[in-house]
């Protein structure tokens, strides 16, 4: 080959691996903006079911909270609470009545 050939051969090569280079980088820029775009649809399901089930729960902390709080059942536990404490004291002074008698009956 003469020298203009030469150069003119490897003008062509570099000319050559430089397309090829480019459509190399073509092929991966269409594969990450495909990536992207399944990553964004995965994205955007995911954020409607999160969003779903957080709306779901505010309703059923809602209702939680309105149960309660509720003033019949906030009456009956204060009704129950008393019963409870009456009772205990029934218990004990019943208790403190077992022991004196059984003590008297030591005694006799």
């Known amino acids: 080959l003469t020298p203009t050939e030469k150069r003119l051969k490897d003008a062509q090569n570099h000319y050559n691996e430089n397309v090829d ?26 954020d409607s079911v999160y969003r779903d089930l957080h709306a779901d729960l505010n309703s059923k902390i809602a209702v939680w909270h309105a149960a309660y709080h509720d003033a019949s059942r906030l009456s009956s536990l204060g009704r129950l609470r008393q019963q409870e404490l009456t009772w205990n004291n029934s218990r004990t002074v019943l208790e403190e009545a077992r022991l004196a008698l059984r003590a008297a009956q030591a005694n006799v």
Request: aromatic share 4%; hydrophobic share 35%.
């Open 21 to 46: 280079s480019f459509n190399q980088l073509q092929n991966k820029s269409r594969e990450l903006a495909e990536s992207i775009q399944m990553a964004r649809t995965d994205l955007v399901q995911k």
